[in-house]
């Protein structure tokens, strides 16, 4: 079938075209752990997708709620009228969401979610008559999506070079990776939490604290390598932006929804934010959705500045809280609670652990870090030719393994669905050990 396909007229995003299309890897089908390729070869899931089938592929009840919906009513918007799912999700969002945190606002994925979220930051200084905080502050190496703010307020340098910095009054901590210090921790690293000083000791320094809207992190940097928050340092960082008055974003797009066996990392790392960015993981991917959950107390700002019949937040996409979106929320929600995949994923975690560190030792293995159901796998890189290494492997685990990896830099990084069973983890890694004893 590859053959006949025409992939000319297709600009694929974040991919080597031209590579690519020489020798195309396509997928024809999916259902739980398992892809299937165009010519029959079933494909092990190591990557949930890309982070976000996170139930497992086609799981029935998310499928059944998507197909209802679209037959029942395809569309309606949410600008001055609504439809009962979008409300209904928005609800069984923030059950899961950490208390306090339970107002939402819809978007269509993580990129909208956090240019959202940034403009929330900086609406609400200005609601409170505190017009002066406009900056926003990021991190090295972090991946905040692709739009203008989260292009600006990330830190990987390859997204960044094709279109200047975006925004201007934007600053960047660097990020806690030392390799030196912590290779082949497991779950987080000891050393480094002093770097979440920074914030205040250089960047508040700087710039002064008056001046700042807020700060946006991963708690966990997943598209950049797997790079975990030292222990203690997503605490030091909360209690800084406290003492200055500066809101806390955390971007759980990747962390959402169990990655780390709990809803949130917000719950893992009992450290809560001011705004939570999610999507992948919110519909299992079925469909597309955003979101950003706030507290309570910076949504009642824009209530509360406004008369009642006035917008309060001048926002939002045609597609926000799309009635196919919101049914597979639901479902999603549901289906995580009854079959408790958030406990299942914890409770897997360091079986998980281990098989990641047993690649400790062999050809070109400089690191492995992980937590919950994630885990990275650092090999040296070829001089010159950086991402190749990483690449090959990739290349060999889909084409002999029939395994489905995703390679950042030299960086491998595994984060399957969180019904993996334990013998589908040992093929997993048992593929990649074999890999890595082929690799020049
Ligand atoms: C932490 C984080 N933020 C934002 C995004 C962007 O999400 P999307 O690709 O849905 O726009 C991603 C995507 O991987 C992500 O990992």
């Known amino acids: 079938?590859?053959?006949?396909?025409?992939?000319?007229?297709?600009?694929?995003?974040?991919?080597?075209?031209?590579?690519?299309?020489?020798?195309?890897?396509?997928?024809?089908?999916?259902?739980?752990?398992?892809?299937?390729?165009?010519?029959?070869?079933?494909?092990?899931?190591?990557?949930?997708?890309?982070?976000?089938?996170?139930?497992?592929?086609?799981?029935?009840?998310?499928?059944?709620?998507?197909?209802?919906?679209?037959?029942?009513?395809?569309?309606?918007?949410?600008?001055?009228?609504?439809?009962?799912?979008?409300?209904?999700?928005?609800?069984?969002?923030?059950?899961?969401?950490?208390?306090?945190?339970?107002?939402?606002?819809?978007?269509?994925d993580g990129s909208e979610g956090v240019d959202t979220a940034l403009k929330i930051a900086l609406a609400y200084h200005r609601m409170r008559g505190d017009a002066g905080r406009t900056r926003l502050i990021g991190r090295e190496r972090?991946?905040?999506?692709?739009?203008?703010?989260?292009?600006?307020?990330?830190?990987?340098?390859?997204?960044?070079?094709q279109f200047g910095s975006g925004l201007t009054a934007v600053d960047h901590l660097r990020h806690p990776l030392n390799i030196e210090k912590n290779a082949y921790s497991r779950g987080l690293p000891l050393h480094g939490a002093e770097m979440a000083d920074e914030l205040e000791q250089r960047l508040l320094a700087l710039h002064d604290p008056s001046t700042v809207a807020a700060v946006i992190v991963e708690p966990l940097q997943g598209s950049t390598g797997v790079i975990l928050p030292p222990k203690g340092y997503l605490e030091k960082i909360r209690a800084i932006c406290d003492r200055y008055g500066i809101l806390l974003i955390f971007d759980e797009v990747i962390t959402g929804f169990g990655r780390l066996g709990s809803p949130f990392a917000a719950d893992f790392f009992k450290v809560k934010p001011d705004m939570i960015v999610c999507a992948k993981g919110l519909t299992n991917a079925a469909v597309p959705m955003g979101a950003v959950i706030v507290r309570q107390q910076i949504h009642d700002v824009f209530m509360d500045a406004a008369p009642a019949d006035t917008i309060e937040f001048f926002h939002g996409y045609t597609y926000s809280g799309h009635p196919l979106a919101a049914a597979a929320a639901i479902a999603t929600l549901a289906v995580h609670k009854e079959e408790q995949l958030f406990q299942r994923a914890a409770d897997m975690a360091p079986y998980f652990e281990d098989a990641a560190h047993s690649l400790k030792g062999l050809p070109f293995v400089k690191d492995v870090r992980n937590l919950g159901l994630v885990a990275g796998i650092e090999l040296e890189g070829i001089r010159g030719k950086p991402g190749a290494r990483a690449y090959d492997l990739f290349n060999k685990a889909f084409w002999d393994k029939g395994l489905l990896t995703r390679t950042t830099a030299d960086i491998v990084a595994l984060s399957p669905p969180l019904i993996i069973s334990k013998m589908q983890i040992d093929e997993m890694f048992g593929s990649i050990a074999d890999i890595l004893k082929t690799l020049k």
Not at 8 to 16: D, R, V
Not at 142 to 161: E, L, M, P, Q, S
């Open 1 to 108: 079938m590859a053959q006949l396909l025409d992939t000319a007229h297709l600009w694929m995003p974040f991919t080597a075209n031209r590579q690519f299309k020489a020798k195309p890897r396509l997928l024809a089908s999916a259902s739980g752990m398992y892809y299937t390729t165009d010519d029959g070869r079933r494909i092990l899931d190591g990557t949930a997708g890309l982070w976000c089938v996170n139930a497992g592929h086609g799981h029935p009840k998310i499928v059944e709620a998507v197909q209802q919906q679209a037959a029942q009513m395809d569309f309606a918007p949410l600008f001055q009228i609504g439809h009962p799912k979008a409300f209904e999700a928005a609800t069984a969002l923030t059950g899961i969401a950490p208390d306090g945190m339970n107002r939402v606002f819809f978007c269509n």
């Open 142 to 161: 972090a991946y905040h999506g692709v739009g203008f703010g989260g292009t600006a307020v990330g830190g990987i340098a390859g997204n960044r070079k």
